[in-house]
């Protein structure tokens, strides 16, 4: 049985560029057997190129960001932290309008930590202390005229220290 | 010789190879599906506080409201914006009472709320507090406050 594409080939006129192109076909068609099946590139390629345009123009590069626990501040809610007699109390006073500009007070304690590396060591060391250990609550009282940053900063070192109970106190405590 | 072979060079034309590129285009692709976070409206932009040796995780709680305390832009001098997750800046008053909403809403499905707190670090701690006030009054007990992950400065 003849081929009919061949049969096609065949019957055009052999001396145009046409030709030419539909017999180079051919013989490109003829030297590979079996290529029925061809796979279209060109709409992989549309919808390759559509994703990545899509996410070059909407990524944006962010720090992560994450949650810490907190417990609310004890003069305008119900206690979360039942308090024994001895918590530990870190003021947090501002001293300037710059986001350093702070200084950590810790109530009836002679160690007076400087930066928040030193706070959190403090406060591990404290449970040498007998009454305190981990459970102990700390009490952040910041002034009001405090950057939130320092604030969240002396609540992380507390966190970084293991304290279990931690809770944001009044300025009256 | 020549002759055939120039005329086979015009005969195949200017080639382009594809091969690479789809290679480079697929890289880069995976590379963005892989990296993509795709960022909470609830989440408004700000600058969040970056602690010293930050112990924040990032963790998925599910029946939480976003409490956004911003400075108020462009004008910093207006004060701070607070809003609850992609709301518009509201009242104090109104916010509480989306909160109180919420609160039912979880509250008839047995669920307790959770006030996630996200504010801006150069806000103060009194106007962060007053966030924390409303949490308060509408006795969520659960709060969490949000701080940059990893190394701070």
Known sequence: MANPTSRSASNVDSTGPASHTARHRERVRRRRPGTGMSLHLAPMIDVTFLLLIFFLLSTTFRRAEGILGANLPRESGPPSVALPISPVVVRLLSTGPAPGDYAIQIDNFEAQPVTFGELTQFLIDIRRNEGFDAQTPVVIVASVDTLWEPVVDCWNAAVRAACKNISFGGEGE | ?153
């Open chain 2, 1 to 153: 010789m020549a002759v055939a072979a120039d005329r086979q060079r015009r005969h195949r034309g200017i080639g382009f190879n594809m091969t690479p590129m789809i290679d480079v285009v697929f890289l880069l692709i995976i590379f963005f599906m892989l990296v993509s976070n795709f960022a909470s409206a609830e989440n408004v932009p700000m600058e969040l506080p970056k602690p010293f040796k930050s112990q924040a995780k990032q963790v998925k709680l599910r029946d939480r409201v976003i409490i956004n305390c911003q400075i108020s832009e462009p004008d910093a001098t207006q004060g701070v914006w607070y809003r609850v997750g992609p709301n518009p800046p509201e009242s104090p008053r109104q916010i509480s009472a989306r909160l109180a909403r919420a609160k039912k809403a979880a509250a008839a499905e047995g669920r307790d709320l959770i006030a996630v707190i996200r504010a801006d670090r150069r806000l103060r701690f009194a106007d962060v507090r007053v966030a924390m006030e409303i949490v308060s009054e509408n006795q969520i007990e659960q709060m969490r406050l949000v701080a940059h992950v990893g190394e701070g400065e």
